[in-house]
């Protein structure tokens, strides 16, 4: 994994800040994704009520020895849902750094519902513990559209604390999903894959990698990129108005193959 995969890496903590709450990651060099349920917590409120647009945070990168704590204040959110489906788009939270600063981020990449069983994934979050990395491999799609995870060496508290954590998937060798939620007992977690964080926030379908942001004029103006930059849009926002599953399936693949040659111009 790339050194700005761990600098990426926020944590969140309670109103006081004596106990943690959460992760989350920089997506680009001015916002951190992470769950709803993740602010909601730090809030003290129900993540199934509203959270104004603009409301601050203070977010912490112990990974990152170059990064102090920033403030952060809310972009978009999806509140959570009681009884969601695989078309619903909930608990999850977009928020803009206040200020100047600039964001590691690392590479992303779509891949198609199918395209995560049997796949290996590296993860890092916050509990009461501090820090820990975890290992396991993607088990499938669920009914809510999550993808589940099977992780290796964990107990049930050692989880806790890791809503919002990216997802390292080994063989794409790039970020494909963040963690969102775990069942008590039988150590399995769920991640949201990128294709529907994708599909609530179009600005994640912008490839993320060190030699992309750093010349993003360069990146501008090859035809190229630009000419799959608008395919990309094209197709995500069809993907947005499709309800019939098998189209949704047939379009997630493109939506991937598209994201990847994005990926190979960087």
């Given at each position: 994994?790339?050194?700005a995969?761990?600098?990426?890496?926020?944590q969140?903590?309670?109103?006081?800040?004596?106990?943690?709450?959460?992760?989350?990651f920089?997506?680009?060099?001015?916002?951190?994704?992470?769950?709803t349920?993740?602010?909601?917590?730090?809030?003290g409120?129900?993540?199934?009520?509203?959270?104004?647009?603009?409301?601050?945070?203070?977010?912490?990168?112990?990974?990152?020895?170059?990064?102090?704590?920033?403030?952060?204040?809310?972009?978009?959110?999806?509140?959570?849902?009681?009884?969601?489906?695989?078309?619903?788009?909930?608990?999850i939270?977009?928020?803009?750094?206040?200020g100047?600063?600039?964001?590691?981020?690392?590479?992303?990449?779509?891949?198609?519902?199918?395209?995560?069983?049997?796949?290996?994934?590296?993860?890092?979050?916050?509990?009461?513990h501090?820090?820990?990395?975890?290992?396991?491999?993607?088990?499938?799609?669920?009914?809510?559209?999550?993808?589940?995870l099977q992780?290796d060496?964990?107990?049930?508290?050692?989880?806790?604390?890791?809503s919002?954590?990216?997802?390292?998937?080994?063989?794409?060798?790039?970020?494909t999903?963040m963690?969102?939620?775990?069942?008590?007992?039988?150590?399995?977690?769920?991640?949201?894959?990128?294709?529907?964080?994708?599909?609530a926030?179009?600005?994640?379908a912008?490839?993320?990698s060190?030699?992309?942001?750093?010349?993003?004029?360069?990146?501008?103006?090859?035809?190229?990129?630009?000419?799959?930059?608008?395919?990309?849009?094209?197709?995500?926002?069809?993907y947005?108005?499709?309800?019939?599953?098998?189209?949704?399936?047939?379009?997630?693949?493109?939506?991937?193959?598209t994201?990847?040659?994005?990926?190979?111009?960087?």
């Open positions: 994994m790339p050194e995969f761990d600098h990426a890496i926020a969140f903590l309670n109103a006081d800040g004596s106990r943690v709450i959460g992760t989350g920089a997506v680009s060099p001015r916002h951190v994704l992470t769950c349920h993740v602010i909601a917590s730090v809030l409120q129900d993540a199934r009520l509203p959270i104004p647009s603009g409301t601050a945070f203070t977010v912490l990168f112990p990974l990152n020895p170059n990064l102090p704590p920033l403030t952060l204040r809310l972009h978009t959110t999806f509140p959570c849902v009681d009884q969601p489906d695989i078309h619903t788009l909930e608990d939270s977009l928020l803009e750094v206040e100047i600063a600039s964001l590691p981020c690392a590479s992303r990449q779509v891949l198609p519902d199918s395209g995560h069983h049997g796949q290996t994934f590296h993860t890092y979050g916050f509990n009461r501090g820090g820990s990395w975890f290992t396991g491999q993607c088990a499938g799609v669920v009914a809510e559209g999550w993808i589940q992780v060496n964990a107990s049930d508290e050692s989880l806790n604390g890791l919002g954590a990216p997802v390292w998937n080994t063989q794409a060798n790039a970020i999903g963690l969102v939620a775990k069942r008590r007992g039988n150590l399995r977690s769920y991640m949201i894959p990128l294709a529907r964080l994708i599909r926030l179009p600005l994640l912008t490839p993320e060190p030699a992309a942001a750093s010349t993003p004029c360069q990146m501008a103006t090859n035809p190229r990129y630009k000419l799959l930059k608008t395919k990309l849009e094209r197709l995500q926002a069809q947005d108005l499709e309800t019939r599953v098998e189209e949704q399936m047939r379009m997630e693949k493109l939506i991937a193959d994201q990847a040659s994005l990926q190979q111009l960087d």
